[in-house]
Every structure is written in structure tokens, then in C-alpha cells.
């Protein structure tokens, strides 16, 4: 068989994912620790004489070489795979795995085993996310996860006790999120489907692939937490429908965006205070809460709609979390 190698940055390695299901390639990736000055290598196999398979994945990841974040690839015939690392990435309690380690009593294991959908628990705009998760998601919230790419942070979520709406508009982030959560054995707690939150429909597929007819998910005070890893300028498009579909006093999760749009963020989401903030070198992520509406009310009537804050979905069940 043919190894085919190459050292990576962090954020290359989601792409890399991204680029080789383009080419239907479906097997696992192998990634480890580099030599500086890059962060990670990247290992996966072919059988040999696949000439244009290897063409088609050397067309397909020399972007990422042209703009410096991998080196060249790297080819030679071995007679077996490498036995890989069974732990991918620590973020505090949460251990990115293959599904073969022994967690331990205080860590969450999250196993992403085989998907090619963004969220491999190596790029900072995840490393952010799972940070800013677990401090802030307890049990019994109901969650809009956007975008859920490879189902890492509903996953995540789940873990912590939260019931998860994950939908994406790229089918095979569904069907990786959807294995994910199997492997994971939360499928109580995550329902998926492909779909996207208002006129997110219309924006068609990150990468500028063809989705198809995806469901519109039209909410009003929905949702506790809605979680949306993705660039700044899809944010800033669906800001309104953000805004409409968070509860009183419920909470953006936002990252995927470097700190010279933080700003503009900000401007945009100006219904929202800023509550927290993680950042990575550049990489920045955000928790901001919608603040409440200000009208006039008794001093009972502002104690039972904050007490009503507090206890999401006390009074009906979310039918955009029934399964």
C-alpha cells in the first residue's frame, strides 16, 4: 500500500478533512504531533497503482501548500498502516479520541473516529468552543448546534447534560454528526437534521458545493444556547434570525473568526452583551447573552419572567428537540 504523509498547522487539519472527502476519499487519518516548525503530521493510506486517486488528492490539497499551512506530500510503499495514537487533543475534562482510551473518572470522551466533517478537535475555532462549553453548558439547556460539522461540540454538549438540535446544510457533516453520536451513545440527547436557522438556507455550502432543498428552521425564543462555529461574515448574515431564535437572557457560543472581526461582531450583535471571551493567537471565540427587552412591568412580573429565564423549557416541551 502507499503511505502518503504531510506536516500541517493546526488550522490546516479540518481542511485537509474537508478537501479529501471532495475526492470520496472515506478512510481514517492518522494525525500526530510534528517536529516545529509545524504543529502535526498527517498519515492515511491508499492501495497501490491507485494513480488517479493520488492525482485527483494531490490537485485537491495542493491549496493548502500553495498558502503555507502543509508542506508537500509525501509518498512511499509500505507493507502495513501505522498503529495511530488512540488520544487526538486535550481540552480540559474533554479527551478527543478513537474511542480506545480509558477515560478516566473526571474527563469526557469525545470520539470522532472517521469523519471528514469539520470539527476534528484540532483547530483553535474548536479548541475555543469546547473551552467556553464547558464552562457554560449545564445540564437540562436546550441547544441550537449550527453548523454541527463532525458533531464534536453536540456531542460535547450532550456529555454535559444538555438536549442538542444539531443541523448542518452539508450532508456529510449530517451523516458524520449522526454516526458521532452513536459511537457516542447520545442519541437521546441529539436530534440532527439537515437543515439551517432562517434564511441561512440561502447562503448555500461553505465551501460553494450544491446542498440541495435543506429544511428552514423559523424560530421565535426557541432556544438557550445556540453554538455557531463558522466564519464572521455567515454570523453577521444571520444575525437577525440569531437574535429571534435565542430565548430572553439566552446565550450565543460564537467562533470560527480571527479577533480582527471582533468588532464588527459586536456592532452587529448589539442586542447582546459580551459575557465571556477565549482566544488562540489570532482565533477568538465569544459568549455573548441577549439581553432582555425593556418594557415597563411590576416588580412581580420582572421576578417571574427572570425566574422563567432561568428554567428553559419549564412550561412546554421543544418540539425542535423531540426526535
Known amino acids: 500500500m502507499i503511505e502518503i504523509s504531510l506536516d500541517a498547522t493546526t488550522e490546516a487539519i479540518d481542511w485537509i478533512r474537508s478537501l479529501l472527502a471532495t475526492a470520496d476519499f472515506a478512510d481514517n487519518l492518522q494525525v500526530e504531533e510534528a517536529k516545529s516548525p509545524w504543529a502535526y503530521q498527517v498519515r492515511f493510506y491508499l492501495p497501490e497503482g491507485d494513480r488517479a486517486r493520488i492525482n485527483q488528492i494531490e490537485s485537491a490539497l495542493s491549496s493548502l501548500h500553495r498558502i503555507g499551512m502543509t508542506s508537500e506530500l509525501e509518498m512511499s510503499i509500505v507493507e502495513e498502516k501505522l498503529e495511530p495514537s488512540t488520544v487526538i487533543s486535550r481540552v480540559g475534562r474533554f479527551i478527543v479520541s478513537d474511542g480506545n482510551y480509558q477515560v478516566k473518572p473526571d474527563e469526557i470522551c469525545l470520539n470522532i473516529q472517521e469523519s471528514l466533517a469539520f470539527g476534528s478537535g484540532f483547530h ?52 458524520a454528526t449522526r454516526f458521532a453520536i452513536q459511537k457516542n451513545s447520545v442519541n437521546d440527547l441529539v436530534r440532527v437534521d439537515q437543515a439551517s436557522l432562517g434564511k441561512g438556507t440561502d447562503l448555500g455550502h461553505w465551501m460553494g458545493g450544491e446542498v440541495g432543498e435543506i429544511q428552514s428552521i423559523a424560530t421565535t425564543e426557541t432556544f438557550d444556547v445556540i453554538v455557531f462555529n463558522v466564519f464572521a461574515r455567515i454570523i453577521i448574515d444571520l444575525s437577525d434570525d440569531l437574535t429571534q431564535a435565542l430565548r430572553p437572557n439566552g446565550c450565543l457560543i460564537l467562533a470560527g473568526f480571527t479577533i480582527e472581526y471582533e468588532s464588527q461582531l459586536l456592532e452587529t450583535l448589539s442586542e447582546f452583551e459580551l459575557v465571556d471571551r477565549g482566544q488562540s493567537g489570532d482565533w477568538i471565540a465569544l459568549v455573548l447573552r441577549k439581553r432582555a427587552a425593556e418594557s415597563p412591568r411590576s416588580e412581580r412580573e420582572a421576578f417571574l419572567h427572570e425566574n422563567r429565564a432561568v428554567e428553559p423549557g419549564a412550561n412546554t416541551p421543544n418540539p425542535m428537540l423531540k426526535r
Not at 159 to 174: E, H, M, P, S, T
Open 124 to 175: 483553535p475555532a474548536t479548541i475555543l468552543s469546547l473551552q467556553l462549553i464547558e464552562k457554560h453548558i449545564t445540564p437540562n439547556l436546550e441547544i441550537l448546534d449550527l453548523g454541527c460539522g463532525s458533531g464534536i461540540l453536540s456531542i460535547a454538549m450532550a456529555k454535559l447534560g444538555a438536549q442538542v438540535y444539531a443541523i448542518d446544510n452539508d450532508a456529510i457533516a449530517v451523516e
